[in-house]
């Protein structure tokens, strides 16, 4: 590996967050917080339970930000003959259309994203503070990361503010505390972030939508043709498949499916 590759933006993202994990649980270590409390006097479980989540959140944070977010395959597929069922399943009003970017034919709710250079499958968003996109493989993994660290931010919060003391006079506080009221700070703005971020991502998934097709419903095609979002089935089936893959399928497949059973005659 070229030794510029480690000045790359993912490197550079990924380690930056790696220090200030560590380097925000350190302080609420060293300060007189109820988590120091806690190992003073031999009551581990609490420490030892917030170090597994951090180190849960950190471990989840690197694998959405590394793995494949569901790039489109960009190598020719064989050429096959399609079967007569397969063809009537896919509506032909919904053509495939291709990427003016790399050229391959996009999927439904694919689009492609100018930061990876790739096209993505039911693309979602880029994420700068992961340096990748989220998309159909890893938008589960990226909803439990946000839940898992708002959970971390919260407790760190709580641990931060037991630690503060403000009856000394300022030049003594300011030694003492300074740097603990600042991580404190530093957390606030991140709960605040961590809780809008996930109160929008659990909207969007109870509605089966993405928040490019939320953002940008006028100017999609497959969107501008019906009043409501086509691919809402239901809270149930949209949270069984968003966590489950249940039920499987292509987008076009199960928008046929749709289609057939909103022309189905009522009986």
Avoid: K
Avoid at 15 to 40: A, K, N, P, Y
């Amino acid at each position: 590996m070229a030794p510029w590759a480690l000045l790359s933006p993912g490197v550079l993202v990924r380690s930056g967050h790696t220090v200030l994990t560590w380097g925000i649980t350190l302080v609420l270590f060293l300060h007189d917080t109820e988590l120091r409390q806690w190992e003073e006097q031999g009551e581990l479980l609490l420490p030892l339970t917030f170090l597994l989540l951090v180190l849960g959140s950190l471990l989840l944070y690197l694998a959405v930000s590394l793995m494949d977010p569901g790039y489109v395959n960009v190598q020719p597929q064989p050429q096959e003959d399609p079967r007569e069922e397969q063809t009537a399943m896919v509506p032909q009003v919904i053509p495939l259309r291709r990427c003016r970017y790399c050229l391959v034919l996009q999927p439904l709710r694919a689009r492609h994203c100018r930061e990876c250079r790739r096209c993505v499958r039911r693309y979602d968003h880029h994420c700068p503070w992961m340096e990748n996109c989220v998309g159909e493989r890893n938008h589960p993994l990226f909803v439990v990361y946000l839940a898992l660290q708002l959970v971390v931010l919260l407790w760190g919060l709580y641990l931060a503010w037991s630690g503060l003391r403000f009856f000394q006079p300022w030049g003594l506080w300011l030694r003492s505390s300074g740097l603990l009221f600042a991580t404190f700070l530093l957390l606030s703005l991140f709960t605040l972030v961590a809780g809008l971020l996930l109160a929008s991502h659990v909207y969007l998934v109870a509605s089966n939508t993405t928040t490019w097709e939320f953002m940008s419903s006028h100017r999609i095609g497959y969107l501008r043709q019906r009043p409501g979002n086509p691919f809402d089935l239901g809270l149930t089936r949209n949270l069984a498949h968003f966590f489950c893959g249940w039920p499987s399928g292509s987008w076009e497949t199960l928008w046929a499916e749709e289609e057939e059973e909103g022309s189905s005659p009522a009986v």
